[in-house]
């Protein structure tokens, strides 16, 4: 037997969920609004890719749970165990969350590993198709800079090391 959604009720948000929605229809008509495709969309999850160059994508995912949407983009950075995860960069990054009104950072177990990702939880009601853009690209370009400063730290630890030599 499959499960459904309930249609996501409205209210009275400009350009938020009508009560016809379901998630699917919602995420389609967000997506439709900011010229933006699905990679995949059922009536629970949805995933979007978007290319930042030639060598590096990022990936969106996006959840429905009654009227809550949870928004994901996990980084490239992910560890074997908790304790594997660098104390610096988790007391940087929680003293980060306390800075910002989009998302905020944490620790998701995926798969076997536990991998920085960025989030954001919002009742759908208060989704229009411009806060649904601001929620998108805000989390793409966290987890972009996220991962472009890692990239620079490795390649200043591999120079430190060739002029050490």
Known sequence: METQNPPIENDNVSGSASSTDDF???ITRMCEANKWSTRELDNEH??????????RSQTLFIFGFDKELEFSVPS???FDSL????HLISSTLLQM???TKIGFWCLEQIGDKMVFTYMHNVNVNHVDES????????????VDEFENL????????????????
């Not at 490795?154 to 430190?160: A, P």
């Open 24 to 26: 699917s229809g919602f």
């Open 46 to 55: 949805a995933i979007i890719e978007f290319t930042l160059d030639q060598t």
């Open 76 to 78: 490239f950075a992910a």
């Open 83 to 86: 304790e594997n995860v660098p």
């Open 97 to 99: 969350n306390a800075k």
């Open 131 to 142: 806060f649904f853009h601001e929620i998108v690209t805000t989390l793409i370009q966290r």
């Open 150 to 165: 890692l990239v620079k730290m490795s390649g200043d630890e591999s120079t430190k090391t060739e002029n050490s030599q």
